[in-house]
């Protein structure tokens, strides 16, 4: 058995995606924020809701394989940055099976997290894509996320 740690680096500009809102891209113009689709153009107001509807917010980061042929499970998963509500984390492995969401609460008294989750469902895979989530509107910023596996080695 091996571990191997992965550190997916997050840059400030990764796109996020937005469910149940009418647009389809997004700009800053004179520090207000806008959404524009083809039913108009949107302003939005700082909160975490449009018009008492939590904002949904959410990423998927790329499928890997960590860069092994055997199978493997993760033991941890941490995330890196700031959220003012939870967060979650779903792991689907070969494209199909989906374990989750862990819930990564909010530190009031953090302005800069560091947390942990341990998957509760014994998964093993050949690739694997993560999908983070806010829960109920929060604002969340990410920098890094870290999965930790462990390979499953062939016998021979």
Known sequence: MQTVRLNLKIPGTAPTQYSAF??????????????????????????????????AAYF?????????HDTMYERFI????????AITVEVTGNGKTTIGPYTLTADATEDYQRKRTVPMAH????????????????DFLLDKIEAHVTINKRRR
């Open 22 to 55: 009418p647009f389809t891209s997004m700009c800053r113009f004179r520090g207000k924020l806008f959404g524009a689709g083809p039913s108009g153009v949107f302003r939005f107001d700082y909160g975490d809701t449009d018009n008492g509807t939590a904002i």
């Open 60 to 68: 998927v980061l790329p499928t890997t394989t960590f860069g092994q």
């Open 78 to 85: 941490y995330a890196y940055g700031s959220w003012d509500s």
């Open 123 to 138: 998964m093993n895979f050949s690739y694997v894509s993560h999908k983070v989530s806010n829960v109920s509107g929060g």
